[in-house]
Structures are given as structure tokens and as C-alpha cells.
């Protein structure tokens, strides 16, 4: 009788031991994996955290029912454009997609600056008239020049509205009438502000090398003559000789 309860408590001893086994490494292997999906959450914030403050992106996302305004750009103030985004001093770059409704013909004028090398003392690069020209404009308080262009939309035939959506990417945006009409216009702009734009710029001007072989050609062209000129002098002064000589004989 008194094996049997022994075997009984010894039974029930390593139920009870294994049972507790079981529970602590349940426990343990819980712990292991909450501990292990919180360095991970962790480490992925830490990421997104870095990439947020490593970059100069930034969201924008607006709308306006605007009246157009004579244009603010130096000789422009004969034409009326609203302005949707502005130029930044640091040349920020903006890229997204315009969507207006206009009740005139308006431009979509896109701006890009600048013109000079970083330093708004620095002069606009030279550009031969042979490659055409564009519309430079400078800034007042000699900040620089921004290029300017002008994108006319297709409207449709006898229409009483405009309205078109357009990608775009360049340092300032507006709409834009060249002939001086008011307007008023609604739009929607989504676009990212993306920093500044690393400089690319790559100006020749063949001209300067036409000119100076051109004056090499005149140089030579001048040393033929000279070389001419002494070959006659020189068969002049032979026949004068000559006829010396002849007549002494």
C-alpha cells in the first residue's frame, strides 16, 4: 500500500514538474518573439525616421479660386498671370501636375532658375544667337534671372471656359495671358517639393572657334597677298636687270 502512494505522489510530482516545464517554456518562447517584434518595429521606425530626415521632399497639396494680377516679372507688367507656386531663394525644384479651369485663354507658365552659376553676381552665361534665343528674364535686387516659357494648352472651339491638366516640373508656376486680359481661374496643384537641382549646364559656342579660324584665314589670306606682292617686286627688279644688261651689250 505504501509503494502505491509513493508511486502515486511520484507520478503526480513529474505532472506536475512537466506541466510547469511546458508553462515556463511557453512563457519564454512568448517573451522571445514579443521582444524580437518590438526590435523589429523598432528598427523599421528608426528607418522611416532616417529617410524622413535624410530627405528634402515635401508634400503640397492646394487649391485656390484666384483673380489673375498684372505680372510680377520685371518688363512683363502688360500681362496678367495668377501665381500658384512660388520661387524659393534656394531654387527649390516643385514637380507634380496642375489642373485648372480659366474663364479666358491663359498660358501655363512654367519658371527655371537660375540662369546664373549659383552666385547672383555671377553674369548670364553668353549664348550664341545661332542656337536661337529664349526669354531670360532678371530678377530685381540682383537675385539672379530665371528662364521663362509659356505652354498654350488646346482649348476646344467657341468655348466658354478653359481647362486643361498638365505635368510640369520647374521652380515656379502660374497661369499666365499674354495679352493683358483678366481672368479668373480654379485649380488644383499636387506636387512635391523636392530640394534643389544639381547643376548641368553645358554651353558652348562654336562661333567664338569660327572666328578664330576666320581670322587665320584673313592671316593667311593676308600672307598670300604679301608673298604676291614680293614675287612681283622681285620679277620687276629681274627685269630691270636685265634690261640693264641687254642694253649694255
Given at each position: 500500500?505504501?509503494?502505491?502512494?509513493?508511486?502515486?505522489?511520484?507520478?503526480?510530482?513529474?505532472?506536475?514538474?512537466?506541466?510547469?516545464?511546458?508553462?515556463?517554456?511557453?512563457?519564454?518562447?512568448?517573451?522571445?518573439?514579443?521582444?524580437?517584434?518590438?526590435?523589429?518595429?523598432?528598427?523599421?521606425?528608426?528607418?522611416?525616421?532616417?529617410?524622413?530626415?535624410?530627405?528634402?521632399?515635401?508634400?503640397?497639396?492646394?487649391?485656390?479660386?484666384?483673380?489673375?494680377?498684372?505680372?510680377?516679372?520685371?518688363?512683363?507688367?502688360?500681362?496678367?498671370?495668377?501665381?500658384?507656386?512660388?520661387?524659393?531663394?534656394?531654387?527649390?525644384?516643385?514637380?507634380?501636375?496642375?489642373?485648372?479651369?480659366?474663364?479666358?485663354?491663359?498660358?501655363?507658365?512654367?519658371?527655371?532658375?537660375?540662369?546664373?552659376?549659383?552666385?547672383?553676381?555671377?553674369?548670364?552665361?553668353?549664348?550664341?544667337?545661332?542656337?536661337?534665343?529664349?526669354?531670360?528674364?532678371?530678377?530685381?535686387?540682383?537675385?539672379?534671372?530665371?528662364?521663362?516659357?509659356?505652354?498654350?494648352?488646346?482649348?476646344p472651339e467657341e468655348g466658354t471656359s478653359f481647362s486643361a491638366s498638365i505635368p510640369f516640373a520647374g521652380n515656379g508656376l502660374a497661369l499666365h495671358n499674354l495679352d493683358g486680359d483678366e481672368f479668373v481661374a480654379a485649380y488644383t496643384v499636387v506636387a512635391d517639393q523636392l530640394g534643389q537641382a544639381e547643376r548641368a549646364d553645358d554651353i558652348v559656342n562654336p562661333s567664338q572657334s569660327a572666328d578664330i579660324e576666320k581670322d587665320d584665314n584673313d592671316n593667311k589670306?593676308?600672307?598670300?597677298?604679301?608673298?604676291?606682292?614680293?614675287?612681283?617686286?622681285?620679277?620687276?627688279?629681274?627685269?630691270?636687270?636685265?634690261?640693264?644688261?641687254?642694253?649694255?651689250?
Amino acid at each position: 500500500m505504501k509503494n502505491q502512494i509513493d508511486i502515486s505522489n511520484l507520478i503526480f510530482v513529474s505532472l506536475v514538474s512537466l506541466a510547469s516545464f511546458i508553462m515556463l517554456f511557453t512563457y519564454l518562447t512568448d517573451v522571445g518573439e514579443l521582444g524580437l517584434a518590438s526590435a523589429q518595429i523598432s528598427e523599421e521606425s528608426n528607418q522611416i525616421t532616417t529617410q524622413e530626415q535624410g530627405t528634402d521632399t515635401k508634400k503640397i497639396v492646394q487649391q485656390g479660386v484666384v483673380t489673375s494680377s498684372p505680372d510680377p516679372l520685371p518688363g512683363h507688367e502688360a500681362h496678367q498671370s495668377i501665381t500658384i507656386l512660388r520661387l524659393k531663394g534656394d531654387n527649390t525644384i516643385y514637380e507634380g501636375t496642375l489642373s485648372f479651369m480659366a474663364s479666358k485663354p491663359v498660358e501655363v507658365q512654367i519658371l527655371y532658375r537660375n540662369m546664373t552659376s549659383g552666385d547672383t553676381s555671377t553674369t548670364i552665361p553668353k549664348i550664341s544667337p545661332q542656337f536661337g534665343t529664349m526669354s531670360i528674364i532678371p530678377l530685381p535686387g540682383n537675385q539672379g534671372s530665371v528662364i521663362s516659357s509659356l505652354i498654350q494648352p488646346q482649348y476646344p472651339e467657341e468655348g466658354t471656359s478653359f481647362s486643361a491638366s498638365i505635368p510640369f516640373a520647374g521652380n515656379g508656376l502660374a497661369l499666365h495671358n499674354l495679352d493683358g486680359d483678366e481672368f479668373v481661374a480654379a485649380y488644383t496643384v499636387v506636387a512635391d517639393q523636392l530640394g534643389q537641382a544639381e547643376r548641368a549646364d553645358d554651353i558652348v559656342n562654336p562661333s567664338q572657334s569660327a572666328d578664330i579660324e576666320k581670322d587665320d584665314n584673313d592671316n593667311k589670306d593676308d600672307n598670300k597677298d604679301d608673298n604676291k606682292d614680293d614675287n612681283k617686286d622681285d620679277n620687276k627688279d629681274d627685269n630691270k636687270d636685265d634690261n640693264k644688261d641687254d642694253n649694255n651689250n
